[in-house]
């Protein structure tokens, strides 16, 4: 028997007939996979909890008898090895007979390559990576996203996808307050000549700390930002120097790996996308005024149904939320995006899962058509 080639949407699939042939409800039974924690096996389904908790039964007892119709199933037990955990988990772990057979059967580069095309070719995927932080300086965390994203990308454009390298540098935030008001107090031209991201960096960090100690410095930073998003012609040259003068040294980088990004469409590029932003989501009752910020909140979140994802700040100022959902909208409609893959680390998970629940509802209101989005992300560096 020829092994499953996409081995999680068949097993989905698998799990979703017998479920049916139970009588348990599609809308009841969350029959979608996820990658276990390895240390459980390969694949996860939670399902049995939900369906256990709605119908007031005990979820290990549900669970055993979802998997002893899933073991009597001849392709699922021929596979997998299939065992409970915790309250109720179900986990799958790939035989190693099926690893073996797997292998065999799409041994050749051809044949990998054919059954890959048939579930990625032509799908236009968008891979966010290494993405860092102008005017300061690159930190492993961008380096491993590098490898990451190259890889990522590199094996989709092998399985026949269109993939979209987009650097989104994060080019338009708080830190170029900080980074004005040094550079116009601070700056070492000499040390900026020699290494223009060494003299960047200490520039910022000696605004930081200053910033920290000393209201009236903390204002005139905070003022520099106004000043640039008001877009003032001495803000902007300042801000273009800086830009370039990191851009040139990150770019250095990138000749190391040998990468190529398609786009650099960096926080800035969003600048005047935002406005349309707070607009729709105003409109449409999705995002609230909040003691002056303008913020979206998910009632049927545990944790977002207080904790605020907030699209525009008290000051009027854009931020990295605003930015992003304008993000989400340009890659879905000028790309036409099936899916968005950004590879970053983990303490900004909060933020991708309020991005996503907004752009969830947001599209849907809009009749748009919302690409699946993968935040992978990687432990903090
Ligand atoms: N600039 C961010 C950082 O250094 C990563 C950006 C990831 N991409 C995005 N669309 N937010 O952590």
């Given at each position: 028997m020829e092994p499953w080639f996409d081995i999680q949407t068949n097993l989905e699939k698998t799990i979703r007939e017998v479920t049916a042939e139970m009588n348990i409800p599609v809308a009841d039974f969350d029959a979608s996979t996820r990658l276990a924690d390895p240390r459980f096996g390969d694949f996860q389904v939670n399902g049995a909890l939900s369906y256990a908790k709605k119908k007031q039964q005990n979820p290990r007892e549900v669970a055993t008898k979802i998997v002893e119709r899933l073991q009597a199933d001849n392709v699922l037990n021929t596979s997998f090895e299939i065992s409970i955990a915790g309250p109720g988990f179900i986990n799958f772990t790939l035989k190693p007979s099926f690893l073996v057979n797997w292998l065999e059967t799409y041994a050749s580069e051809q044949l990998l390559k054919t059954n890959a095309s048939a579930l990625y070719k032509d799908k236009i995927f968008v891979v966010d990576f290494s993405s860092p932080n102008a005017a300061k300086q690159m930190h492993v965390g961008h380096i491993r996203s590098i490898v990451i994203g190259e890889a990522i990308s590199r094996l989709l454009a092998f399985c026949g996808a269109n993939v979209i390298k987009d650097?989104?540098?994060?080019?338009?935030?708080?830190q170029y307050g900080l980074i004005i008001y040094a550079y116009k107090h601070f700056l070492d031209s000499k040390a900026l000549e020699a290494d223009p991201s060494e003299e960047l960096e200490r520039l910022y960090k000696k605004a930081s700390a200053i910033t920290k100690e000393d209201p009236e410095a903390l204002d005139e930073a905070r003022n520099e930002l106004v000043q640039l998003q008001d877009g003032e012609p001495e803000s902007i040259a300042l801000w273009e120097k800086v830009n370039q003068l990191s851009l040139e040294s990150i770019e250095e980088i990138y000749q190391k790996f040998d990468i190529r990004f398609d786009?650099?469409?960096?926080?800035?590029?969003y600048r005047d996308k935002v406005d349309k932003v707070y607009q729709e989501l105003t409109d449409l009752k999705i995002a609230e005024e909040s003691k002056g910020a303008l913020v979206v909140f998910h009632p049927e979140h545990s944790r977002f149904a207080t904790q605020p994802f907030i699209?525009?700040?008290?000051?009027g100022a854009s931020n990295y939320a605003s930015t992003d959902l304008a993000t989400m909208i340009y890659r879905a409609?000028?790309?036409?995006?099936?899916h968005i893959i950004v590879i970053t680390d983990s303490r900004q998970s909060d933020h991708f899962e309020q991005l996503q629940l907004t752009s969830q509802k947001w599209f849907q209101a809009t009749d748009r058509k919302l690409p699946t989005f993968i935040m992978s992300p990687l432990e903090q560096s």
């Open positions: 650097n989104h540098i994060g080019d338009w935030g708080t786009h650099y469409l960096g926080e800035s590029f699209i525009r700040k008290s000051d409609e000028h790309f036409k995006a099936d």
